[in-house]
């Protein structure tokens, strides 16, 4: 299973210094994310605690799963004084190539104790054709 990133190719890009430093304040906003393969199925899990189920979307396409969701902001009580927050806020989206045998349309998903838990079973391959030897004939 490959994250699946908006730009590729194989020539470095103008660009590159800017989304690295994009991606340093992204891997503030990311939510940790761990995947494993049993005999079975494909296995995501992800962090999101304080994240309500509402606030969480799940898409498979054309062999890309995506998950985008939204921790929302507390309301802010009037006439606080605030000294620091260290809480995270804010969209979140990542995107993931399935493998080739992996089941998409099959996936299923649940939420417990502030992780999102994801299965994709697998299916069986169509097996290559074997290679035979042709005969040719005369005439």
């Known amino acids: ?11 470095p890009s103008l660009y590159d210094p800017f989304r690295s430093f994009g991606a ?5 906003l990311t939510p940790a994310t761990e995947a494993s393969s049993g005999k079975a199925a494909y296995d995501i899990a992800m ?15 054309i062999g890309v799963l995506t998950i985008r ?3 929302k902001t507390e309301s802010e ?3 606080d004084t ?8 804010g969209a979140f989206r990542r995107s993931f190539r399935l493998p080739e045998d992996a089941d998409g349309q099959g996936a299923s998903a649940r939420m417990e104790d502030g992780v999102l838990h994801i299965a994709v079973p697998k299916k069986a ?4 054709e074997t290679a035979r030897r042709i005969e040719i004939s005369k005439g």
Not at 125 to 128: D, K, N
Request: glycine share 10%; net charge negative; proline share 4%.
């Open 1 to 11: 299973m490959v994250e699946k990133t908006e730009h590729g190719g194989f020539w």
């Open 24 to 28: 340093r304040l992204a891997d503030w």
């Open 47 to 61: 962090e999101l605690p304080g994240v309500s189920l509402e606030d969480v979307e799940l898409i498979v396409d």
């Open 69 to 71: 969701g939204e921790k």
């Open 77 to 79: 009580k009037k006439g």
């Open 82 to 89: 605030w000294y620091f927050s260290e809480r995270q806020y």
């Open 125 to 128: 391959l169509e097996q290559p």
